[in-house]
Structure formats: C-alpha cells, structure tokens
C-alpha cells in the first residue's frame, strides 16, 4: 500500500475548483478525495498515486479506463456501477477522476463489522451483482478486480461496483512502482479474490468467468468467514490462486444449505471452463435458490446432465428443493453429459478437475490434474515472465 500522504490535500484546494473536506479512501491506483465546488455540490476525487502518475501510460490509460463502467448504458441504465462525471489533470499533472459520492459502506467495512453475512443476503446482494455484471460482459467489459472493497453498499439499498475495469490500467506494463504491480501485470495484494487465469498472468484468458470467480470468492468469505484460500502469506496467496481449487464451501461452513454451497462452487471452479457459462445463468441459479428452489444450472451438473462450463440454450426449469432428483423436470441441454461422474446428492457438490479435458488458453497455458491431486499450468509460447512463475510453482508443489 502507499504511503503518500493524501491527507495533506484536506483543507487545500484541488485543481482549482474542490475544496478538499476529507479523505474517502486509498487503494491500490490511488486515493479517494471529498471535494467540494463553489456552488457547494460534493465529488468523490479520485487522484493517481504520484509514482504511479509519473508513468505517462498509467496516465493516460487511467484517465481513459476510469470511464469505462460508463459505457454499461445511459446515465440510469446500469444502477449498479458508481459513476465518474469527468476526468482531468492539475497545473502539476496529477490525474484524477470525478465520480458521485456515494452514502454507505463497502462490502469489505461491512465485513470488518459483521464478520460473516447471511446467505439470504449475500443471494440479494450476488444477485444485484449478477445483474450489473451481465450488462457489462454482454458490451464486453469486464471488472477484473471484483472484491469486497470494490462492491459498495449504498443507503439507499442500491449495491454498486467501484473501479470497473481500472485494473486493466496496469495489464502488461513493465517497470512499475514495486509496491504497485508484479510484472505480470495484476495488482498486489488482491489476489484473496483472484481467479487462477489472473493468479497465473494469463491477462488475455481473463473474461467474464474471472468476475464469476471474484464473486464466488467474495461470497464465500462472506457466508464462512473464510478465504477461499485460508490465512497465507500475501506472496503464498498468489500461488495458492494460481494453483490450488477452492476447497467445497460445506467444508469450512458446514451448517450451509446444500442450494448455496453448489452455487458457489460452481463459481469457483479452478478452470474457468468450468465454471458458470455466464452471468445470467449464474444469476438464474441464485435467484432459484433465493426463491427456496434448487439452482437449475450447478445442480444439473452434479446429476451428471450437463457439463460443467456449458452453456444451455434456455434456463433449465426451477427444481423444487424438497423434490427427489427422479421426480424433476430435465432442464433444457444442449448436448447431454457422455456420462454422469458426479454425486447425485446436493449435500456433495462436485469439484473434480477431470470432467472437461485441460482447455488451452489463448496463451498457449493449460492446466491439468497431477495424480497427486495438485495442479500443474503448462505453459507453450507464453511469455518468460509466466514461465518463471511455473517454475516456481512447480518446484513448490515439488518440495510439498
Ligand atoms: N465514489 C465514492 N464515494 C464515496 N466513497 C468512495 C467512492 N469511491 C471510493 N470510495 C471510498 O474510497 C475507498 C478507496 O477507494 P478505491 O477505489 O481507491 O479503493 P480500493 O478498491 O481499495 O482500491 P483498488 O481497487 O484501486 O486497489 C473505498 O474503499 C471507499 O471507501
């Protein structure tokens, strides 16, 4: 995290138009700033960490991607995104954004209070997610960064993403700022929430899937207590998201429902193959289970009629929880399961890794099973960078 001292704007004037009430914030790219003009209207200031700043392409691409959630509709077609009103540079060229100020908390300070959430209300809260998130990846925009600090919990009921898509502001670059961003390209100190393709480096295998498992991840923290990946190390973390599948949520939270459980860990399946197609289906399970049915989709899969990852042409049928697997309609499948390997039961959702060959990615890295249950990412024309992390994970995996 930075150390520069963004409380030193507090009490001085901005750009030359906001005077600086307090500090909202600071994260990773930069610190969140209350301002307030002339005609007494509040902004929320977001301004470049200075070493950040500093890199004309962090600058450029920071100004340009800061709008990016604005593209997902008119001024009211997608509530669930905070919205930035402009962008500009100061006399000394720090960049910033302006953006609503928004009443409430994030998710992560919601957290920091309750510990864990109810699932009835973490179900409302993916499924206001869920909403948001299909709009954008339907126009093609991906968030990237997904976490609880980024979902923001508005008084007025309304759940909001901050920072759609600003992650790609550092995709790729070298030579930044230690503290800022590996090599790779991903930003420090977030991987708890991370999809293995983005653990891995794999920018260009990141897709709508990798927001599916940042909210599985968030939702199992929110519903176990846990992360995804237990107490690590921030630089194990990387690892651990790069090669270890989340464990079953009924495993570390065992009074949950069976319903919940396969929702999330259809999520958070380790090869995002494998996951849920898409948001809307994703979203057409919560809302089942927020109805007091079966998810439709994750349950389809464990009785073995469907696989994994694929898509169907219509949302299967609502499957009544109390019912037995025999007696429910069969949901609309594309193409039927060559055969079932999974448990029929909803108390056992399945996490094996076998149930679709290893998918190459578009870098040339797949990932495949070892007999020793852990997982291997080959790599084949994919960057030196990417190859020094395999390496590294290969000989961890080796001397456990
Ligand atoms: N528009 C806003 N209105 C009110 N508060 C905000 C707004 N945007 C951000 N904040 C506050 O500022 C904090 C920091 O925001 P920022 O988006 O920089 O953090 P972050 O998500 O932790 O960072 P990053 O994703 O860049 O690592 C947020 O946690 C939130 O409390």
Do not use: C
């Not at 930044?176 to 999809?195: D, F, H, N, S």
């Not at 991840?217 to 921030?234: D, I, K």
């Not at 697997?325 to 996490?351: C, F, G, K, L």
């Amino acid at each position: 995290m930075y150390d520069d001292d963004a409380e030193h704007w507090v009490g001085k004037t901005f750009a030359g138009t906001w005077w600086i009430e307090r500090v909202l914030g600071t994260g990773g790219m930069g610190s969140v700033l209350l301002g307030r003009a002339a005609d007494g209207s509040q902004v929320a200031l977001k301004v470049l960490h200075p070493e950040l700043n500093a890199i004309t392409e962090v600058r450029k691409r920071f100004l340009r991607e800061g709008f990016i959630g604005n593209t997902l509709g008119g001024a009211d077609a997608v509530p669930g995104v905070v919205r930035v009103l402009g962008s500009g540079e100061t006399q000394e060229g720090l960049a910033y954004l302006t953006m609503e100020v928004l009443q409430g908390e994030t998710l992560f300070d919601r957290m920091a209070r309750t510990g864990t959430m109810p699932a009835g209300e973490v179900l409302a809260l993916a499924d206001q997610v869920l909403e948001t998130l299909a709009i954008a990846h339907a126009r093609g925009v991906v968030h990237r960064d997904l976490k609880p600090e980024n979902i923001h919990l508005g008084n007025d009921g309304r759940v909001r993403m901050l920072d759609f898509g600003i992650a790609r502001v550092v995709d790729g670059l070298t030579g930044l700022p230690e503290k800022t961003a590996t090599k790779t390209g991903m930003i420090m100190g977030t991987a708890t929430y991370m999809a293995p393709e983005q653990a891995t480096g794999l920018i260009h295998d990141i897709d709508g899937r990798t927001d599916l498992f940042g909210l599985g991840a968030t939702m199992f923290r929110l519903l176990s207590g846990r992360q995804v990946h237990g107490e690590v190390t921030e630089a194990m973390e990387v690892i651990a998201a790069a090669t270890e599948a989340a464990p079953p949520l009924a495993s570390v939270a065992p009074g949950i429902s069976p319903a919940v459980a396969a929702v999330v860990d259809r999520s958070l399946a380790f090869i995002k193959f494998h996951r849920y197609p898409n948001a809307e289906t994703m979203r057409a399970d919560v809302r089942a289970v927020r109805a007091g049915a079966l998810p439709p989709y994750a349950q389809a899969v464990i009785e073995g009629r469907i696989r994994a990852g694929q898509p169907i042409s219509q949302p299967a049928p609502p499957l009544h929880a109390g019912g037995s697997p025999s007696a429910r309609p069969q949901p609309t499948v594309v193409e039927p399961a060559a055969a079932p390997r999974h448990s029929h039961s909803m108390s056992r959702p399945e996490r094996t890794l076998d149930d679709n060959p290893s998918a190459p990615s578009r870098s040339g890295a797949s990932l495949s099973q070892l007999s020793t249950g852990k997982l291997l990412l080959l790599v084949g024309g994919a960057s030196l960078v990417t190859g020094v992390i395999v390496a590294v994970i290969v000989v961890l995996l080796v001397m456990r």
